[in-house]
C-alpha cells in the first residue's frame, strides 16, 4: 500500500469504534482494509447466526477482533457501522453511523470513477467500459463484477479510472455519486428487499442524486420520473442510441462489424460504452480494438455450443420477465426456452403476453416462478400444446432435448431468481452447462 493511500484513508477508521456488519466478500475486504491500515485497531465484526461458518472464518482472520453474532450486537455503541449490502435494515432503525464500502469508496475516488447501475445490463457494460478505458489508462474493475472496491484501495493512484458496477444495495444509503453515472433501465427487482418499486429506484437513483456540477449522467430515456432532478442529461434512446451495429452518440456514428455482442440490447449499451470512451479520450481505432478483443460474460446470451445436434445458450443471469423476452428476441432459430425459478412475487404479465404470441416456441416451465407463470396463462386460456411444466432443471433439459429441432437452439432464460435451488445464478448456469454435455 502506497503512502499517499495511507494519508488518505487511516483517519477513516483510526480511533473508532468499528463494527463490520456482514462477513460476505464486502465484509472480508473491509476487515482486510481496517486491518492493514490500522494493526492495532480491535474492531468488531458481526454477522447473521446462521453464518456459523463466516464467523468462525471472521475469528480465525482476525483473532484479536471481537466476533458474534449480530443478535448480541448493541448498534448503538459504534461510532460506524460498515452494513454489507445485503442486510435489511428493520422498520425504524437509526441509520446515523451505518456506512458501507460504497459510500467510503465514492467519499474518496468519485472524481475518478464511472458507475454503472440498472436491473439489467450492468454487469456487460461496466466491463465493457473497464476494458475501453483500459486501452489508454490503468483502470480497474469494481463492485459486483469484479473486485469489491475495498480490494482495489491498495492500489489505488492519482491518475486511475474505476469502472463500478453498482447494485441498488450498495446505492441505498449512499451520499456520494459517481463523475460519471450510467442508469441503464429499471424493471421490477428485488421488491422481497425493498418492499415497493418506487423504494427500489429510489436507490438506484443515488447513483446521479449527489453529483456535482460538471459531473456526468446518462440515463435511459424512458426513467421520466428521474430526468426533472437531473441537470443536462444524456439520455439512452435518444441522443445515444443505436441502429443494429451502428453507435450513435451526439455528433458521431460509428459502425461495428467484429464484435461477439449478441442483440440489439447490447448494441445499445455498446453505445453508451462509445460516449463514455469519447469522454476520455479514446480513440476511435482503440474502441474497436477493444470491440473485437471482447469476450461476452458467463451466463449472460452465452453461447455453450452444439451438443447432439441442438445449440444451447445459457443466459442464467436472467432474472426478470423482461431480461427473457429481451433474450429471445436476440437470437434467431430458438426453439425451446426454460422458464422459472424463486417465485418473488413479481408480475410477469408482459412475458405471459409475448409467450402467447409466439404459439412456435416451446415453453418449458419449471420450479415455483415457472409453474405461477403457466398457471396464469392457463387462468387466461393462453396455454397451448407447445408448452410444458416439470418440476426442475434436470427434468426441464431432459424435455428440452426431446423437443428442440436439430441445429436450433435451447435457451436457458429463467426470468427468475436462482436462490431456491441454487447458490446464485452462476451456478445455475454452470449445472445447466452439464446437464446439456451429458
Request: with cysteine; aromatic share 10%; glycine share 8%.
Amino acid at each position: 500500500m502506497n503512502e499517499s493511500v495511507i494519508r488518505e484513508w487511516k483517519p477513516e477508521f483510526e480511533g473508532k469504534n468499528i463494527l463490520v456488519w456482514g462477513y460476505g466478500r464486502e465484509g472480508k475486504a473491509s476487515a482486510s482494509l481496517i486491518h492493514a491500515l490500522c494493526p492495532d485497531l480491535v474492531f468488531t465484526i458481526a454477522d447473521a447466526p446462521k453464518a456459523e461458518k463466516l464467523l468462525e472464518q471472521a475469528k480465525y482472520d482476525y483473532p484479536s477482533c471481537i466476533v458474534k453474532a449480530d443478535n448480541a450486537v448493541d448498534f448503538s455503541s459504534f461510532d460506524m457501522i460498515l452494513k454489507s449490502p445485503g442486510i435489511v435494515l428493520p422498520e425504524g432503525f437509526d441509520t446515523k453511523n451505518i456506512t458501507g464500502e460504497t459510500q467510503l469508496f465514492l467519499k474518496h475516488y468519485a472524481k475518478q470513477t464511472i458507475g454503472v447501475t440498472g436491473t439489467k445490463g450492468k454487469s456487460t457494460t461496466t466491463t465493457l467500459v473497464y476494458k475501453a478505458l483500459s486501452e489508454k489508462y490503468r483502470t480497474h474493475l469494481v463492485g459486483n463484477i469484479g473486485r469489491a472496491c475495498f480490494e482495489a484501495v491498495p492500489d489505488m493512484e492519482g491518475n486511475d479510472l474505476v469502472a463500478f458496477e453498482i447494485s441498488c444495495h450498495q446505492l441505498e444509503y449512499s451520499p456520494y455519486s459517481p463523475h460519471t453515472a450510467v442508469f441503464l433501465n429499471l424493471y421490477e427487482e428485488h421488491l422481497d428487499h425493498y418492499g415497493s418499486f418506487a423504494k427500489y429506484g429510489a436507490a438506484k437513483a443515488n447513483i446521479f442524486r449527489h453529483q456535482k456540477e460538471g459531473d456526468v449522467c446518462i440515463i435511459n430515456q424512458e426513467l421520466t420520473q428521474y430526468i426533472p432532478e437531473i441537470h443536462d442529461p444524456l439520455l439512452i434512446g435518444r441522443d445515444i442510441r443505436n441502429e443494429g451495429r451502428t453507435l450513435i452518440i451526439p455528433g458521431k456514428r460509428l459502425e461495428v462489424k467484429d464484435c461477439a455482442l449478441i442483440g440489439e440490447h447490447n448494441y445499445l449499451n455498446l453505445a453508451v460504452v462509445y460516449y463514455i470512451a469519447g469522454l476520455y479520450g479514446i480513440s476511435d481505432d482503440q474502441f474497436l480494438h477493444m470491440c473485437s478483443t471482447f469476450e461476452p460474460l458467463h451466463h449472460r446470451l452465452e453461447d455453450l455450443g452444439e451438443f447432439h445436434g441442438i445449440r444451447y445458450v445459457n443466459d442464467s443471469i436472467s432474472t426478470i420477465g423482461q431480461s427473457c423476452i429481451k433474450a429471445l428476441e436476440a437470437l434467431q432459430d430458438v426453439d425451446t426456452v426454460l422458464i422459472g425459478g424463486m417465485d418473488r412475487g413479481i408480475e410477469y404479465h408482459e412475458l405471459e403476453d409475448y409467450l402467447a404470441q409466439h404459439k412456435e416456441l416451446n415453453v418449458i416451465f419449471m420450479y415455483a416462478s415457472g409453474k405461477r407463470v403457466a398457471e396464469e396463462l392457463r387462468e387466461t386460456e393462453r396455454y397451448t400444446e407447445n408448452m410444458h411444466i416439470v418440476d426442475d432443471l434436470g427434468e426441464a433439459v431432459n424435455l428440452a432435448k426431446k423437443l428442440t429441432r436439430p441445429h436450433h437452439i435451447c435457451l436457458l432464460s429463467p426470468a427468475a431468481s436462482s436462490y431456491d435451488h441454487f447458490k446464485n445464478f452462476e451456478e445455475r448456469g454452470e449445472v445447466f452447462g452439464r446437464m446439456v454435455r451429458e
